[in-house]
């Protein structure tokens, strides 16, 4: 379990270089893509407070909200993640699903694309997309899983741009 926000904050690092590796493999160019948020998963609910507790100290929080019966909560980091190119300002946090156990530790990671889902998955015909996240009202995504459970997905939208959107419409 993580003690502190700096192990928190390294623990990144490693997952990306994974991640990425993953991505090279499959031949997806993400170089002129925005990456917008990464995403820790935690396996108890104790767990989730203490963390959330100790990224609050370092961020703000933008939305807790009840997703799918469960509470999953995005802050806006004070200092963003660095890696490569990339500066992830938003980190997303979801409590642990009871039907469906995960390990703590980063998960995913999304990219805002600069053309329609249509298009960009279009332009990478041999990838085994999961295309469930296509049916959402709103921000659409799709993903590709990589062994290790975790994935990597694609929307229209950043993370905290429909946060602001869906806070308007409340």
Not at 3 to 18: G, K, R, V
Not at 91 to 98: D, I
Not at 143 to 166: C, M, N, T, W, Y
């Amino acid at each position: 379990m993580i003690s502190d926000y700096n192990e928190l904050i390294e623990a990144s690092q490693p997952f990306l270089d994974t991640l990425f590796e993953c991505l090279a493999s499959s031949g997806l160019e993400v170089d002129d893509l925005q990456m917008d948020h990464i995403c820790y998963r935690v396996e108890q609910l104790e767990e989730y407070v203490k963390v959330k507790d100790l990224i609050n100290a370092h961020a703000m929080l933008l939305t807790e909200s009840k997703i799918n019966g469960r509470s999953i909560a995005c802050f806006k980091l004070d200092d963003p993640i660095f890696f490569r190119s990339y500066k992830l300002p938003v980190l997303e946090l979801p409590s642990p699903k009871l039907t469906r156990p995960y390990k703590s530790g980063y998960e995913h990671v999304e990219f805002v694309v600069n053309c329609s889902l249509e298009d960009f998955i279009e332009s990478y015909p041999n990838i085994n997309w999961d295309l469930s996240g296509m049916k959402k009202s709103i921000n659409r995504d799709v993903r590709i899983r990589f062994d290790g459970d975790f994935s990597v997905k694609f929307h229209e939208q950043s993370l905290e741009a429909v946060i602001k959107i869906e806070k308007n419409q409340v």
